[in-house]
C-alpha cells in the first residue's frame, strides 16, 4: 500500500484570515488570546483540508517563519531580545519585525523596538525567512512549546501526525555568522538539542517526523557533506523514524549521500529531479522508504495524472509499502482553494489546481496506485480533458508574439553610449546635488485608495470618480515629497494594487485570481498573476498617472516600471514553453512602455528588477545560462532610451557578491538594493569589484514600524562611502513604502532627507 503524505499547508487561511490577525494584533486592536485562538482555528481547519492522508504534517503553521520558528524552538535567540521576559509570542515579533503589538509593555522594555532579525528568500523561491544569526557564543535550549502544543491538537482531531522540523545542517546552512566564526564548529552544541527533540517526540508516540534539508539539492562542499554524516549518525539511534526531505532541485553528485543516509526515508522533487530517480534506486538501501514529489507545490497547472501512473506504477510494483508519494514540496507556496475562484474565466480556471486541488490530485493517484485505474477512470478522464483543452487553445499562442521573440538582436540590448558619457548627459540634464534622494517608488496604500480601487472594480465608481480619486493621492504624494525636500520624486503608485499584478491586468497573456493569495513573509501575502500564453501589451500602462505626476513639479519625477525577470519569477508561469522565451516576450512589452514614457519627457525611469536573483538555480554550475537570458532580457527592456534618459533599477533582499558581474552587465545608471538589515554588509560585494555605475544603499528597513534616526542614516552612508565613492551614492530605502503608514514614513523620510544634507555638508 503506497503511503500518501503531504509536506505542509498554506498557513494564511483561505480568506488570508492570519494576515488580517496579526495586523491587528500588531495594531493594539486585538488581544494576544484572539491571535492565538485563530491559529488554532486555522490548524483545525487545515488538518481537515487534509483528510484522508495517511500522515498529516504538525508544526507546519506559524505566525510569522517556520525558521524563526526552528530557532525559537532551539532557543537561538539574538542577544538583542535575550533580556526580555513575559510572552514568547511577543519576542517572537521583536525578531520577526523589530517589535510587537502597538502600545504593549514591551515597548517600555525595548525603547521603541529592536534590531529586526534579517531577512532574505527561501531558496528560490519568493518566500522570506528571517536568518538565523550565529556567533561563536551561540547556544542552544530546547523550548518544544509549540510543537508540542499543535501536536496535542492534531490528536484530538484525529490527525495521524508527522511533525516538521527544519533540519540540523540545513539550519545552519542558511544562517550567518555575525562574527568570524565557523558555523560548522556548532555542531557540537546543536546536536543534543535535536536528539532531545527527536527524543520527546518519541516519548509522545510519533512514529514519523519530516526533516527539512532543502540544502542537500544545492552544491556542497566536503565540510558539507561530511556534516550530513554527522549529524545523522549521532542521533540514528533515536527511537522516531526519521524522513529526510529535499526540494526545488536535483540530488546530483548528493545522491550517494542522501541515499545512505541513516535514516527511514527520502523524499525528493521528481517535478525537478524525475531523472534521477532511477539512479537513486540503484543507492537505496533495500529497507529505506523514497518518497516522490510527483505533484507541483510551486505552480498552479493541473497535473497529468496519467503520465504520473505511467512512470511510478512500475516503481509501486518494485518498492511496495517502501513507495510514498506527496507533493514536490510544502504548499506553502501556492493558493489554499480554487472553489473560492468565481470570476476567473472558466477556460483558464479548468487547467488550474491550487492546494486543495492538489491534495485531491494526490488522492486519485493514491487510489489508482491501491485499487488500479478503474477505481478512478473518471477522474483521470476529465484531467485529460482539461490538459488536452489547455494544448489545443488558441489563447495561448499569439504567432506575432513568436515571431517578434526570433527577431530579437543584440543591438536592441546596448546604449548607444558607455556609462561615463551618459552619466555626464544625465547630470547636465538633472542638476541633482551631492548624495541625491529617492525614494524606491510606493508610498502608503491608504484606506481611501483600496476603497476606491475597490468600489471601482466592483462598478460602484466610474472612470471619472476613480481618476479623481487617484489623481488626489498622487497630489497628496508629490506634495508631501516636495515638502520632505526629495531630488527625485515619484508617482506614489496610488494606483497599483501590487507591482507585478498592476501590469499583468494590462498584458495580454495573463488573466487573474481573486483569492490566490501565497505567503510572501510574516503578515505580507501576494497573488500571482497567472502567465498563461504569449504576452503582448495593446496599450501604454503607465503614462497617465506618470505624465500627471510630472505635470505638479519641476523636480525629475521618476517612471516607475516593473522589469521582466520580476514580472516573470512572480508570476504563476505556464509550464508548456521555456521560462526564457516568456521572460523575451515580457521584456518587448515592458520596453514599448519604456520608450512611450521617454517619448513623454520623463528624465528618470526605473525599472525594478527585485526577483533578479531569485531566479538563480540553486547549482551554480547552471546559474551562467539563466544569468544570460535574464540579464538580455532586462537590457532589452532597458537599452532603447537616449543617453540623457537615466535608467534605475532596485534589488532587494538578495545577497549579491557572486552575481556582480552579471548586476553590472545590466548597465543600469543607478541601481538601489537594500542594505540596512544587513548593516551594509551587502556592499562587501563592491569592495573587490569595481561597479562602474552608481548605487543607492537602502538605509531605512521599511519592513519594520521602527524608524531611523538621522545619525544612524549618515553611520551608514559613511559605511557605504568606504566601498563606493561618495559621488556615486544615492540616498534611499530599501524598499517601496506602500506597506507602511504616513505617521512614520513621514518622519523617517525627514530624518533621511536630514542625514543626506549632512553628508554633503561635511564632503
Not at 40 to 62: I, K, M, T, Y
Not at 364 to 373: Q, T
Request: with cysteine; charged share 25%.
Amino acid at each position: 500500500m503506497t503511503t500518501i503524505h503531504n509536506l505542509g499547508f498554506p498557513r494564511i487561511g483561505a480568506k488570508r484570515e492570519l494576515k488580517f490577525a496579526l495586523e491587528s494584533y500588531w495594531a493594539g486592536e486585538s488581544t494576544r488570546d484572539e491571535l492565538k485562538s485563530l491559529g488554532a482555528q486555522l490548524r483545525q481547519r487545515h488538518w481537515e483540508d487534509q483528510a484522508g492522508l495517511d500522515l498529516v504534517p504538525v508544526g507546519d503553521f506559524s505566525f510569522y517563519d517556520q525558521v524563526l520558528d526552528m530557532s525559537f524552538t532551539l532557543g537561538n535567540l539574538p542577544e538583542r531580545v535575550r533580556g526580555f521576559h513575559g510572552d514568547v509570542l511577543d519576542n517572537y515579533f521583536r525578531v520577526a519585525r523589530g517589535r510587537s503589538a502597538k502600545g504593549g509593555e514591551e515597548h517600555a522594555l525595548c525603547g521603541g523596538g529592536v534590531a529586526a532579525g534579517e531577512m532574505t528568500k527561501w531558496f528560490d523561491t519568493n518566500y522570506h525567512y528571517i536568518v538565523p544569526e550565529f556567533t561563536a557564543a551561540s547556544t542552544f535550549k530546547l523550548d518544544a512549546s509549540r510543537l508540542l502544543e499543535q501536536l496535542t491538537e492534531a490528536r484530538a482531531q484525529g490527525v495521524k501526525p508527522k511533525p516538521v522540523i527544519v533540519g540540523p545542517v540545513t539550519y545552519l546552512a542558511i544562517g550567518k555568522a555575525k562574527d568570524d566564526s565557523n558555523k560548522l564548529a556548532l555542531l557540537e552544541r546543536l546536536l543534543p538539542v535535536y536528539a532531545e527533540l527527536l527524543e520527546l517526540l518519541a516519548a509522545q508516540g510519533v512514529e514519523w517526523v519530516q526533516v527539512d534539508e532543502p540544502i542537500l539539492v544545492t552544491e556542497l562542499d566536503a565540510d558539507w557533506q561530511h556534516a550530513f554524516n554527522t549529524v545523522y549518525h549521532q542521533i540514528k539511534g533515536t527511537k522516531v523514524k526519521l524522513l529526510v526531505a529535499t526540494y526545488f532541485g536535483q540530488l546530483q553528485e548528493n545522491a550517494y549521500l542522501a541515499a545512505n543516509l541513516p535514516v527511514a526515508g527520502l523524499h525528493i522533487d521528481t517535478v525537478h529531479d524525475r531523472e534521477g530517480v532511477q539512479p537513486l534506486l540503484n543507492l537505496l538501501p533495500a529497507h529505506k522508504v523514497l518518497s516522490l514529489g510527483v505533484i507541483n507545490g510551486r505552480n498552479i497547472w493541473k497535473t497529468d495524472l496519467t503520465a504520473v501512473l505511467d512512470w511510478i506504477e512500475p516503481l509501486a510494483e518494485r518498492l511496495g509499502e517502501r513507495l510514498w508519494i506527496a507533493p514536490s514540496c510544502s504548499l506553502l507556496h501556492v493558493p489554499v482553494d480554487l472553489a473560492s475562484e468565481q470570476k476567473l474565466e472558466t477556460e483558464v480556471k479548468s487547467w488550474l489546481a491550487f492546494a486543495l486541488q492538489k491534495l485531491e490530485e494526490l488522492r486519485v493517484l493514491g487510489k489508482a496506485l491501491r485499487e488500479g485505474r478503474a477505481a478512478v477512470q473518471d477522474a483521470l478522464a476529465s484531467n485529460q480533458t482539461a490538459l488536452a483543452a489547455r494544448r489545443a487553445s488558441p489563447r495561448v499562442n499569439n504567432p506575432a508574439v513568436q515571431v517578434a521573440v526570433a527577431h530579437i538582436s543584440a543591438s536592441l540590448g546596448r546604449r548607444a553610449s558607455a556609462y561615463a558619457e551618459r552619466a555626464a548627459k544625465q547630470a547636465a540634464r538633472l542638476k541633482l546635488p551631492a548624495y541625491p534622494t529617492t525614494t524606491i517608488g510606493s508610498f502608503p496604500q491608504t484606506a481611501e485608495i483600496r476603497r476606491a480601487r475597490r468600489e471601482f472594480k466592483a462598478g460602484r465608481l466610474d472612470d471619472l470618480g476613480y481618476q479623481a480619486v487617484m489623481h488626489a493621492e498622487i497630489e497628496r504624494c508629490v506634495r508631501e515629497q516636495e515638502k520632505l525636500g526629495l531630488d527625485v520624486l515619484v508617482h506614489g503608485e496610488a494606483e497599483r494594487n501590487d507591482m507585478v499584478e498592476y501590469f499583468g491586468e494590462q498584458l495580454d497573456g495573463y488573466v487573474f485570481s481573486q483569492f490566490g493569495w501565497v505567503q510572501s513573509y510574516g503578515s505580507r501575502c501576494v497573488k500571482p498573476p497567472i502567465l498563461f500564453g504569449d504576452i503582448n501589451r495593446p496599450k501604454p500602462m503607465t503614462m497617465e498617472w506618470i505624465a500627471y505626476a510630472q505635470s505638479l513639479t519641476s523636480r525629475p519625477m521618476k517612471g516607475m516600471l516593473t522589469g521582466p525577470v520580476t514580472i516573470l519569477n512572480w508570476s504563476f508561469v505556464r509550464d508548456d514553453q521555456p521560462r526564457a522565451i516568456s521572460c523575451k516576450q515580457l521584456a518587448l512589452a515592458i520596453r514599448e512602455e519604456v520608450l512611450d514614457l521617454e517619448r513623454a519627457g520623463v528624465r528618470v525611469i526605473q525599472i525594478d528588477e527585485a526577483a533578479l536573483r531569485e531566479g538563480l538555480p540553486l547549482r551554480k554550475s547552471q546559474w551562467k545560462e539563466y544569468l544570460d537570458w535574464a540579464v538580455e532580457s532586462f537590457r532589452i527592456t532597458a537599452n532603447g532610451v537616449r543617453d540623457e534618459t537615466q535608467i534605475h533599477t532596485h534589488m532587494c533582499y538578495s545577497e549579491f557578491n557572486d552575481i556582480i558581474a552579471s548586476i553590472a552587465s545590466m548597465d543600469a545608471d543607478v541601481i538601489t538594493i537594500e542594505t540596512s538589515r544587513s548593516d551594509m554588509e551587502l556592499l562587501d560585494a563592491f569592495e573587490n569589484f569595481q561597479y562602474p555605475n552608481e548605487i543607492g544603499p537602502g538605509v531605512y528597513d521599511i519592513h519594520s514600524p521602527n524608524i531611523p534616526t538621522r545619525e544612524h542614516i549618515v553611520q551608514l552612508m559613511k559605511k557605504a562611502a568606504e566601498r563606493v565613492p561618495a559621488e556615486r551614492l544615492w540616498v534611499n530605502p530599501d524598499c517601496g513604502l506602500k506597506t507602511r503608514q504616513w505617521a512614520e514614513v513621514i518622519p523617517a523620510l525627514t530624518n533621511m532627507v536630514s542625514a543626506a544634507r549632512t553628508l554633503r555638508a561635511s564632503a
